[in-house]
């Protein structure tokens, strides 16, 4: 993937030797593969760039990535390269090497140059501002009426204006910001002693994607300079089209009484065309877009599809070399009284950089996913069986009273940690699912308070591990919630470990619930050390953590939070936090719903089934270890380990519930499944998927095999016994 990119890719050790180069590099430096590997960093560059630059190689060797700017000589031209360095950290958590990503940013350099040589040939005063009135840009006019803006920092527009000027202007930026294109004229003060009579213009401006207005220009221009300003249109078009060409946008129009062009030209030198070469004519651009892609191109004014002001479509385009490209086009359409397009125009813009970069990285999401996929099969099956066999001893405390000390170490160090792995591995396979809403949430009724209280329980040993104090309140008392019993008690328990993780030994720690309106908020709140402000905005950001120490005592993955906001908005609710908290630490807010179609109504409760059960799993360990967990929790388990004998044997037996693995030897879960399904004395058997394939695709594969359920291992006893006992009452 990183050979057909656009972006120049290397790879150099911790001496600056190169260890890899992608295609677009080796071009560059006009070498191969052969001849780059070995050479040393210095060897492709002058000396002044590379001790320019060698320090930011050095800090990134050393765990901080690098970004900047630099001129190199490539291929007999003088051009501006974006160079990020990405360190390369290895299995053993040191750093190997550091990636390089350069990309070509001359063009993009020349359009800036080109944007202010427009917006100063202008004959009047242009800034920019944004919603908090923040001027973000000012042409030279602007500037010269207020050095302060050269001077650096933040400036506000209210910081130039006098009062009185201040509150029309923004009451007009306010409705600029609304879409709206807004012109006035006013007596308006730059100065103590420079009175004029100014017509002021606001333009609203999109973002990039067009999803939102960023900012509004402002224009001023002296009424007596208005005759001036006419002349000076004419010279500004040409810093206009230079303009449109380092910014590789093209501008359309279409004629308003016949289907042909206005500035066709524009297009024409974005495709690398001729000039005349498509001669005007729709028909001919028409031809040069993907198939695939022609019905996105609007470009008919009686066009029935027109039924936005504007439109944005990414289509691709044949260029003159031959090879398609990715553009983006947007449209927008002038309108008379009744609703009738009376022009349409718009631009064209190349994104096929973009667009590459977006494609290798869903391609790398792919991968990732397909890896993760992997992951799952080759992981849950030994942490399954680890966590069966544990499970079955702690059943037994007597006997484990009995063991020798050492072993009762033993015994509580490999409980412990395996439910560390299993909580990081069932994060660290939900956060793809999660990302792209794949996640199937049940909707059950749940009294919260009973729900709260036993995850408290359960929590009560982590808090004892470092002579916590837990304080536990709560006002909800029969309450119903609407929702996922499993995915809420992960969030819970991430929130409520996290508060033991980050406080001091011996701290106080709260969790609280109370009812406000129609929902219930439950605060957790740790005495630790808090958030950093900067922190805070991207505390629930996937991926991301706060800087720890070496040792990295907090661990984790930075996914944990990532999957409370998710859960909480899959339940109509909503997370927030507070740093300092009441406690002097952090404070997290969970806000739920209550459901008040079913509140006051207990939860339904079951009695276990006395059915026989079977389990197909070709796991010595796994197959062992759970059905030893099942027959301790009073259930009849006879066991397979191969998927041919449990297609001959299972029929006679007419089990209530069959449980199968996926990967059998031979024959699969899914063929056994299929097979099984065929008996007409199985019709009323529940049959359980429990694998180690957890995505999407994966999950539809099966169900559509024949299978009621899919669960994912390592599967927790409890939910699977819960599954068992209430699925199947019918």
Request: aromatic share 8%; with cysteine; hydrophobic share 40%.
């Amino acid at each position: 993937m990183l050979d057909s990119s656009p972006v120049s890719v290397s790879y150099l050790r911790p001496d600056l030797t190169f260890l890899y180069a992608n295609e677009a590099y080796l071009e560059n430096r006009s070498e191969t593969l052969e001849t780059i590997k070995g050479k040393h960093l210095s060897d492709l560059y002058d000396n002044d760039v590379f001790e320019t630059n060698v320090d930011r190689y050095i800090e990134a060797l050393n765990g901080t990535p690098q970004e900047f700017e630099s001129p190199i000589v490539t291929g007999g031209r003088s051009a501006i390269f974006l160079t990020k360095l990405v360190p390369h950290v290895g299995a053993n958590g040191t750093i190997e090497g550091v990636f390089t990503y350069c990309t070509d940013r001359t063009e993009q350099t020349a359009a800036a140059r080109s944007f202010g040589s427009v917006m100063n040939s202008i004959p009047g005063r242009v800034c920019m501002v944004d919603a908090d009135y923040k001027i973000m840009y000012s042409n030279n006019n602007m500037r010269i009426q207020y050095p302060r803006l050269l001077e650096g920092g933040d400036v506000f527009l209210s910081d130039l204006l006098r009062e009185s000027n201040w509150d029309l202007a923004k009451r007009n930026i306010d409705v600029a910001f609304t879409g709206q294109h807004v012109h006035y004229q006013h007596r308006f003060s730059f100065q103590a002693d420079d009175q004029k009579a100014l017509s002021i213009y606001m333009t609203p401006t999109k973002t990039a994607d067009q999803s939102a207005i960023a900012g509004v220009y402002i224009l001023v221009l002296d009424e007596t300079e208005l005759t001036e300003t006419k002349t000076q249109l004419q010279r500004t078009e040409k810093n206009f089209d230079l303009a449109l060409k380092s910014h590789l946008v093209a501008f359309w129009e279409l004629h308003p009484d016949k289907s042909d062009w206005i500035f066709a030209e524009h297009i024409e030198r974005l495709l690398g065309l001729t000039k005349g070469q498509l001669n005007n004519s729709v028909e001919r651009l028409l031809s040069r877009i993907h198939p695939d892609d022609r019905d996105k191109a609007v470009f008919d004014i009686a066009s029935d599809r027109l039924k936005e002001d504007s439109y944005v479509e990414e289509l691709r385009c044949r260029a003159a070399t031959g090879e398609y490209q990715w553009f983006r086009l947007v449209g927008n359409r002038e309108i008379d009284s009744d609703g009738n397009t009376l022009s349409l125009a718009g631009t064209l813009a190349d994104i096929n950089d973009v667009k590459n970069a977006e494609i290798l990285a869903e391609d790398r999401l792919a991968y990732r996913d397909s890896f993760l996929s992997m992951l799952s099969h080759e992981l849950r099956n030994p942490v399954a069986g680890i966590q069966y066999a544990i499970d079955i001893v702690a059943s037994e405390p007597s006997a484990i009273e009995q063991l020798p000390s050492q072993c009762k170490t033993s015994f509580g160090i490999v409980k412990r940690q395996t439910t560390v792995i299993k909580r990081l591995l069932d994060d660290l396979l939900q956060v793809s699912r999660v990302s792209q809403n794949q996640i199937e949430f049940e909707r059950d009724n749940i009294c919260f308070s009973d729900l709260l209280k036993e995850i408290i329980e359960s929590a009560k040993p982590v808090y004892a591990e470092k002579n916590q104090t837990l304080k536990f309140s709560c006002d909800a008392r029969e309450e119903i919630i609407k929702g996922d019993r499993v995915r809420l008690t992960q969030a819970f328990i991430n929130l409520i470990d996290n508060a033991s993780k980050f406080s001091d030994p011996g701290s106080v720690l709260e969790v609280g619930c109370k009812i406000e309106g129609d929902h219930i908020v439950t605060s957790v709140c740790d005495g630790g050390k808090g958030i950093a402000p900067e922190a805070l905005a991207k505390i629930f950001d996937l991926f991301f953590q706060e800087e720890q120490p070496l040792d990295r005592n907090a661990g984790g993955l930075g996914v944990g939070l990532y999957l409370v906001k998710k859960i909480a908005e899959a339940h109509s609710g909503a997370v927030s936090v507070i740093s300092p908290g009441k406690l002097g630490g952090t404070d997290f807010d969970v806000r739920l719903p209550i459901d008040e179609a079913t509140n006051g109504a207990p939860p339904k409760t079951f009695e276990p089934l006395a059915d026989k059960l079977v389990l197909v799993e070709d796991n010595e360990d796994a197959r062992l270890a759970l059905s030893l967990a099942l027959e301790t929790r009073g259930f009849d388990v006879t066991t397979f380990n191969d998927g041919q004998i449990a297609v001959d044997k299972i029929p006679s037996l007419t089990p209530k519930i069959v449980l199968i693995d996926i990967g059998l030897p031979g024959k699969d879960g899914l063929n056994v499944v299929r097979e099984l399904k065929e008996h007409t004395g199985l019709n009323d058997t529940y049959f359980v998927a429990l694998t180690g394939y957890g995505q999407k695709h994966e999950r539809a594969m099966i169900l559509e095999a024949g299978f009621d359920n899919h669960l994912v291992k390592p599967v927790d006893i409890t939910e699977l016994c819960s599954i068992i006992t209430t699925r199947t009452m019918a």
